[in-house]
């Protein structure tokens, strides 16, 4: 599997590949899945959420990918989707938080998609010193300008008061029914792409599993620690329902065994260990930036990595892929 977010550039496929394969594998690439058959299961679960959302995914990876030919990057890079996920990501965000049905966010989308390549070039460049993934970092920065910086902007913002609010104590219960837990389970895949029903996310993970039975394994994995997680600490069901504790903790458990570490007993434990470490630090995103009307987007994801593939040089049992 090859699920690299670093320079140098992964090797090129060994047929070249067409543009329409390069944007299906960009929307792939969210979950690290460079494989165009399951950028198609993905475009079909955003589909099930809503039109909207599929056609904005598709634009953020068409626009990501051709302002990579447009600016000569590396063609290995763009041809395993590596310059149109964090696009996909950007434009999703923005049809979610500024509403889908407006001109001003489809501009916003473009123009974000066009500048996210830029940011993913920067990152890489400073980060690939240390051999570190640029991750999801890149969306992140976008899209939590674009949620603070909207509100100040009437031709923007059409979803009324801004989102800024003090963090406030649970109020919620937090008893967690039968149909919140199996729900919850499968929402935590859904919400990588902001999506919070359960059935769009047993289609994101079955398109995980068709490029990668090990990444839809350990997806499994990592959804079931952070429900065991939130829900063992008091977390409030709802949230917990609708895959908002998880979805960080699936990304770090697909990527600490078989995507950025050797699969293996060592990697799978390392990966639950991360998994149970992004679901403390979802809340503790969450509250940091409720004051500044920002979303906790894919941010834990991207801390835990980051620290957990950092510490592996000096971790004998563990093996950078």
Known sequence: ??????????????????FVQEVLRGVAQVDFMPNAITGIFFLAALAAAGWEF???????SVVGTATAYAFGIDRGLVSVGLRGFNGTLVALSFAVFLGADHLSTVLLAIGGCVTVVVVTSALATILGTWNIPTFTMPFCIMASVMTVAAPSFSRVWHTGPGLAALPKSVADTTSLGWEQLWHGFFANVGQIFFMPQ??????????????SRLAGAMACVGSAVAVFVAWSMGSPAQGISEGLMGYN????????????????????????LGA??????????????????????????????L?????????????RT
């Open 1 to 18: 599997m090859n699920g690299s977010l670093t320079e140098p550039p992964p090797p090129a496929p060994a047929q070249p590949a067409s």
């Open 54 to 60: 599929a056609l904005y995914g598709l634009l953020g």
């Open 198 to 211: 359960w059935y769009v996310g047993l289609i994101f993970l079955a398109g995980i599993t068709v490029a």
């Open 249 to 272: 903790s699936v990304l770090v458990a697909m990527a600490l065994c078989g995507v950025f570490l050797v699969a293996g007993s060592w990697s799978f434990g390392y990966a639950v």
């Open 276 to 305: 149970a470490a992004a679901t403390g630090l979802t809340a503790a995103m969450t509250s940091f930036f409720a004051p500044f009307g920002g979303h906790t987007f894919t941010w834990p994801f991207v801390l835990t990595a």
């Open 307 to 319: 620290v957990f593939v950092a510490a592996v040089p000096a971790i004998p049992r563990l093996r």
